[in-house]
Structure formats: C-alpha cells, structure tokens
C-alpha cells in the first residue's frame, strides 16, 4: 500500500491570544483518510487547535500544513455558523450558493431528510432546539461533501437518535476514505474510527 | 466572475430577507432622520440661510448612516455566521460587497423618506444635489461596510464606529454640502465620484484582512 | 541593530547639531519678512513639523502595506511606532500653526488656513487609530485591521486636502490664507536646514520609542519562558 | 517683547518642551525596564544557581 503522505501536518504549534498562550508545541500527523480524537479538559485549547485545522485562525507560531483546500474542509464548532433568523432551507441555500454545491437542492433535501430535520426546514432557527440546532451544524459542514472534516464535540447537546445519526455518519464518512479530526469528551465514542489521537494538557 | 456576482447576490439577499424579517433597522432609520429634521427645525434660529439647512440634511443623514451601520454586522455575529461565510466564500471581498449594497438599499429607503421631508420642511432639491446625495451614501456604504466590520472586531464597537466613521464622512459632507448649495456642483460631484472609487476599491481589497483571525 | 544603518547616538549628535544649525540661520541669518516681521520666523519651526507629521503617517503606512504583504511581525510595532510619531507631530503642527494664526491675524484658529483644517481632520482620524487599536486583543487580527486602518488614513491626507479646498470656496468666500511666503535665498537655506533638522529628530525618536516597544515584548517573552 | 517676539518665542517654546516631555517619558520607560530587566536577572540567577544546586 502506498504510503499516503500526511494531509494535516504540525510541527511545534503555538497560539497566543493577547498574552494568552493557549496551545503551546503542538505535533502531529495525519494522514489521508485517517481519523484524529483530541482530547483534554476544559480550557485545554482543543477548540483552539480545531479552528487552526479549520483554517478560521492562523497559528501564533510553529508549522501548520494541510493539503486540503479551505472550501474542501467542513467544521462544526461551538457556534451553529448559521443565521438565526433564517429558516433551514435558506441558510443552507446560501451556503449552498457559496460553496457552490452542485444539484444544490436535492443534496439540502437528502441532507435535512437524513438529520430528521425536513419537517422544519421552514422553521426559522431561532425556533430550533438545541439539538436541532446542533443537527442543522451538521447539515452545514458537510453541505459541499468536504474531504476534511472537523468536529469540535459534536456529540454535544445531540439526544439519543441523534447521537446514533451522528455515529453512523461518522461512519460513512470515514468509510468513504474522509479525512476526520474530532475534538471529544467521549473518546469511547469515536475509538473504532480513531487512527491517531492527542491529548492536550494546560498550556 | 459570474460565481463572484453570485456569491454577491446571495448574500445582499440574505440581508434584505433578514431586514425585511425582522424590520427593526429600517423603519428605525427612516424615523430618525424625519426626527432629525424636525429637531433640526427647532435649532435653527429664524433667520438662518437656506445653506445651513442644506448643511443640516447631511448631518442628518450621515448620523442615520450610522445607526444603519451600527447595526450592519450584527446578523454576522450572533451565531458566528461571519465566520461561516468567511470559511465558505471563495472570494471574501465578497461578504463586504454584498452587506455594502444592502445597507446602500437601506439607506436609499430612508433617504426616500428624509428628502421629500426636507423639501417640505426646509428648501427645494434640484438634480445636483440629489445625484450627490446618491454619490455620497455609496461612498458612506463602501467605506461604513469596511469599518463597521473592523469595529464588530473590537470591544466597545458602538463608542468606536462613529470615531471610525465620521473623520471619513467628512470628504463626503463636503460633496454632498457643496452639489447642492453651490452655483456649480460639478466639482463637487466628480470630487465625490472620485472618492467613491478610491475608497471603494481600498475598502474592496483591505476586507480580507479585517475578518481573517 | 544591523550594522549598515548608523548608531542611533550618531543620529541623534548629528540631529543636534543640525538644529543649532537651524535656529542661527532662521534668526541671524535669514532676513526677517517684510510685512509679517519678526512672526514669520514662527513658519521656520511650524511648517518642517507639518512636514515631519506627513513624514511619519507615510511610514506608518509604509510599514503596515508591507505587514499585510508579507505578514512579517515586526512591521506592527514599526507602523504603530510611525503613527505614534506622526500623531504627536501632527498636534504639534496644531499648536504651533494656531500660534502663527494668533501672530499674522489675531485670531487663535482661522477654518481658512486649509493646511491647519487638514491637521485637524488627520488628527481625529489618528486618535480614532489608537482607540481601536486598544480595544482589539493582541495578535495578527489587531495587527491587520490597525495597518488597513493606517493605510486609510495615507489615502485620506490628499482626499481631505481638495476636500478642504472644495470647502472654503463656500464657507468663506472671502479668504487670505497665505500660500508660503516667497523666500529668498538665505530664507530658503535656514527653512531646509531646520527641515532636516526636524525630520532626523523625528527619525531619531522614532527609532528610540521602537528600541523601547521592542524591549518590552523581549522581557515579555523572557518573563513567559522563566516563569514555565 | 514686541507683540511678534512673544508669539515666536512661545512658538520655539512649545518645541522645547514638546521634546523635553518626551525625553522625560522615554526616561521613565528606561527605568522600568530597568527594572523589569533586573528582576528578571535575579530569577535567571536563582534558577540556574537552583539547577547546579541539585544538578
């Protein structure tokens, strides 16, 4: 087998927010298809380390690769990223738009049909629990059937059919060959899929 | 370019749908530039020229621009949508350009309102100083996008953006003051065009370093 | 402090010496004026100063156009340090233009000279520079928006400047700025030389308040790296 | 002093102590980190005295 050279790479990674550091020599690799768990406690910077993976922050210093492009990578994180007073079939619509989704509608229908959502996809969000909330992130990190995936604990604030959606999905994804990072609590949860893990400490 | 124009519509849309949802800033806009006039009508001393009162109707209107601005990236931040677009829009000029022509639209509804208020209460308008006024609210839009979104970075963003915004405006203030007071507004007219481009094409390439952390 | 470059006290020496220079010039040298008299002297300090600021706003935007080329760190401090400069110069530049104002026409502040309603609309837009500078968290994002902000402004210098011009031809119909006083030869001389006086002073603070700034993020990271 | 006297006189006076005040401010950053610089030597010195100590 060909040795599949890393997608996600970091070499010494560092960042500060104002005299903060909040991730400080942080090492790793990825490669295609493989799946990455960080975990650590509260406070332990991992949501920091999945935004940089995102590529919504840069890093203070140290090396940061990735192999995949920007509009190629889904990220949910602690924010829905969604317009509250939109309803679920016109966020997605523009996100559809900007990512330039192909058959944009059909893959929103399937999408809201598969996360239970296509009852209230004309319910504004303001209106959505939050696991329906939750869901809807979902829907939207992997709208444009990224090659990247990034999950900041998505089990979160999920109930029960939810949470099995959600492990069935992680499924497909890493059965389709997706590359995964998943920032988690639970790392039970996602063990089967796991080929890598880190566990971040107080800076 | 056409994916760019698109991207563009899609997201001015998404404004005008927000705004026409919730309708809390542009009825707030068109009230208060009429009860501006109005408080401006007290102020004015009894024999004051008609210029002041020209002077008086760009100082109502660059104060309703700015309650529009302030409000222009708020939908952006709730659900930390801003950095949404940021990860999805291939070109982030984009994301600016689209929120510009939508406060652009917002303004222009209240300015429907304000000048026929103006004519009624004060002095007539003619061509030039209409066309001025609709120069200076694009550069009021191109430029209020770009820093409304520099102060929606910052802590204390409703003390800041005015303090941003007005030493700006005051080019603007000049045009729009000067197309319709003075014998011949072409000066002032192409002044205003001339900072429409400059600053819009600033505004057009600077935004990508505003919103990327 | 690389080598090519000349010591900062050779600098400062030199600067010195230039503004002793200067200041025998303007007074023994330099013939007074002839309507204004012994006032006109006051042009020798105010108009290098305004200069000096222009100066100082120019680098400042120098350096954030190269931040937001090429992401280098150091040209944050470089470009805020600039505009710091440019800031106390162009208060300065008030201070002593509304003297001149006092001397030639009796008033503390006339909206007819256009070089002083230029300053005065430079100086809110570089006080608003740093009020959103420190309400923005440390790091490449305050980085970023402070040199957009600061290249604004080197866009905004000859924008206000017709602006301004525009605006006198209504609000005072009657004018009697003065366009610089014809010089003659010796006049000219003592003008440059206090110029350059004042431009190396600038130069000399400037690079003194960089040395002090950077200092103070070293021991921020020497204090970071003894307390782990 | 004649009228223009003082205001020249006031206007050079302005520059001097413009420049005075700043060298008064640069002085006082000096002696912070002066300071600072001290402190930080004497932690340097009682962490590597600390290191030999049980190195």
Known sequence: MAVSEAVVRAVGLEKRYGLRTVLRDVSFELESGGALVVTGPNGAGKSTLLRLIGGLAAPSRGLLEIGIERRRVGFLGHEPLVYRELTALENLDLYGRLYGVPERRERIGMLLGRFGLWEARRQRISSYSRGMTQRLALCRALLHEPDLVVLDEPHASLDDDGLALLDAELGTLAAAGKTLVVATHDPARVAALATGSIALGHA | ?213 | MSITRPSLSALAAFAVALAAASVLMTFFVAPEDADQGLSQKIFYVHVPIALTAYACFGLGAWKALRLLLTRGERYDLESYTGIHQGTIFGALTLVTGSIWAKASWGVWWTWSSNQLVLFLVLFLFYCAYFMLRFSIEPGPQRERISAVYALFGVALIPVSFFAIRLASDFIHPTVFTRDGPQMTGSMFAAFCTSWAAITLLAYVMYRTELAGKRTDVNLRDLREALAR | MSAGEKYVAAAYGVFLVFVLVWAAIIATKLSRLERETGELARLARARTSADQGDG
């Open chain 2, 1 to 213: 370019m056409t994916a760019y124009l698109g991207d563009v519509a899609a997201l001015a849309r998404k404004d005008l749908r927000l705004e026409l949802r919730a309708r809390d800033t542009l009825p707030a806009m068109a009230l208060f530039v009429v009860a501006t006039l109005v408080v401006f009508h007290f102020a004015l001393p009894g024999g004051a020229s008609e210029d002041a009162a020209y002077g008086l109707l760009w100082v109502a209107l660059v104060f309703t621009a700015l309650l529009g601005l302030g409000r222009a990236w708020a939908p952006e931040s709730e659900a930390g949508a801003l950095d949404g677009l940021v990860l999805a829009t291939s070109d982030r000029s984009a994301i600016w350009l689209g929120k510009a022509l939508a406060t652009l639209a917002f303004l222009l509804a209240a300015e429907i309102v304000a000048l026929p208020a103006f004519a009624l209460f004060f002095a007539p308008l003619d061509g030039p100083a209409l066309l001025g006024v609709l120069l200076a609210s694009v550069g009021i839009c191109a430029v209020g996008s770009l820093v409304s979104a520099m102060a929606a970075a910052a802590r204390g963003r409703e003390v800041l953006l005015p303090l941003l915004f007005l030493p700006l405006a005051i080019p603007l203030v000049v045009g729009g003051v000067g197309s319709s007071i003075s014998p011949e507004p072409g000066a002032y007219l192409a002044f205003l065009g001339l900072y429409d481009a400059v600053f819009a094409i600033l505004s057009w390439a600077a935004f990508e370093y505003v919103v990327t952390e």
